[in-house]
T-cell receptor, first 111, second 111 residues
Framework: QQPVQSPQAVILREGEDAVINCSSS?????VHWYRQKHGEAPVFLMI?????EQKGHEKISASFNEKKQQSSLYLTASQLSYSGTYFCGTLTLEYGNKLVFGAGTILRVKS | DAGITQSPRYKITETGRQVTLMCHQT?????MFWYRQDLGHGLRLIYY???????DKGEVPDGYVVSRSKTENFPLTLESATRSQTSVYFC??????????FGQGTRLTVV
């Protein structure tokens, strides 16, 4: 049931861009993105609802392709503060409010 | 203060003992979740609750019990702790859009 995230890890230099992907084998109602800093709790970034909308949050944006059950998180001109583990969570049409997360993508931004 | 709190933050227990992890939220959110976080597995859903007295199994419910007699509390009990239950446990609550807010986590070690 867990969505699949890729890549597992990525290392960037400041100013570079990154894309994190999330896919599910189930029909999705929504996709949720979170970031977790080391030793801290995950923090909500954004939700994308069924409808294929794209959302943005400063230089971090995401898209949702409901036909393919996929979402992508775009980090533009990365900053040191973007470092952390990114998780996608999904709500499926089948399981309703059961929020299930992927294994995470470790992002490290170097100066 | 409004928020979600977990207790204890750290716990060491022996194999076979019963352990209860507490979770309390002050937002009156309907939804609450318990996750465990292990390296390589991301956040795995143990149990979730849509409202008081309504709970349902997640991905890895075996060996755990939950209850929700009041909206604000969602305790997680390990009936007979095993070493494989050594993990970091996160509780979360969410609004109707399932924007989850996480507690600071409980690091549990079973020896």
């Amino acid at each position: 049931q867990q969505p699949v995230q890729s890549p597992q890890a990525v290392i960037l230099r400041e100013g570079e861009d990154a894309v994190i992907n999330c896919s599910s084998s189930k029909a999705l109602y929504s996709v949720h993105w979170y970031r977790q800093k080391h030793g801290e709790a995950p923090v909500f970034l954004m939700i994308l609802l069924k409808g294929g909308e794209q959302k943005g949050h400063e230089k971090i944006s995401a898209s949702f392709n409901e036909k393919k059950q996929q979402s992508s998180l775009y980090l533009t001109a990365s900053q040191l503060s973007y470092s952390g583990t990114y998780f996608c969570g999904t709500l499926t049409l089948e399981y309703g409010n059961k929020l299930v997360f992927g294994a995470g993508t470790i992002l490290r931004v170097k100066s | 203060d409004a928020g979600i709190t977990q207790s204890p933050r750290y716990k060491i227990t022996e194999t076979g003992r019963q352990v209860t992890l507490m979770c309390h939220q002050t937002w009156s959110h309907s939804y609450m979740f318990w996750y465990r976080q292990d390296l390589g597995h991301g956040l795995r859903l143990i149990y979730y609750s849509a409202a008081a007295d309504i709970t349902d199994k997640g991905e890895v419910p075996d060996g755990y019990v939950v209850s929700r007699s009041k909206t604000e509390n969602f305790p997680l009990t390990l009936e007979s702790a095993t070493r494989s239950q050594t993990s970091v446990y996160f509780c979360a609550s969410s609004d109707s859009e399932i924007r989850a807010f996480f507690g600071q986590g409980t690091r549990l070690t079973v020896v």
